[in-house]
């Protein structure tokens, strides 16, 4: 799900720490223009990460109610192939949430 206009943590991080090195050098040569532009790239590298981070979580909690929900089913109907695969899913999304947490 790395589609350009959706938010990227890599690509949030790369931009944050763009604007860090933008920021220190205008405060090294003094450059009032490259503080503001780096501390503005700065900060939106922060809200792509915590967008990627976000959309993630959301992403992990589906996983896990519809991993639940099958799994109960499963249960219900007797098939252990389907709770097999939806315990899996289930797990998929407890990790998912926990690296986005």
Do not use: C, F
């Not at 090294?28 to 915590?50: L, M, Y």
């Not at 996983?63 to 499963?74: E, L, Q, Y």
């Amino acid at each position: 799900m790395s589609s350009s206009n959706q938010p990227s943590k890599a690509r949030g991080q790369a931009k944050s720490l763009e604007g860090t090195v933008t920021e220190t050098v205008g405060n090294v040569v003094g450059s009032k223009n490259w503080q503001t532009s780096g501390k503005k790239t700065h900060a939106e590298g922060e809200a792509e990460t915590k967008a990627a981070e976000t959309q993630g979580y959301v992403e992990g909690t589906i996983d896990r109610v519809t991993g639940k929900i099958d799994n109960v089913v499963g249960a219900v109907t007797g098939d252990t192939t389907k709770q097999t695969k939806a315990a899996a899913r289930e797990e998929k999304g407890k990790l998912q949430q926990d690296l986005n947490a």
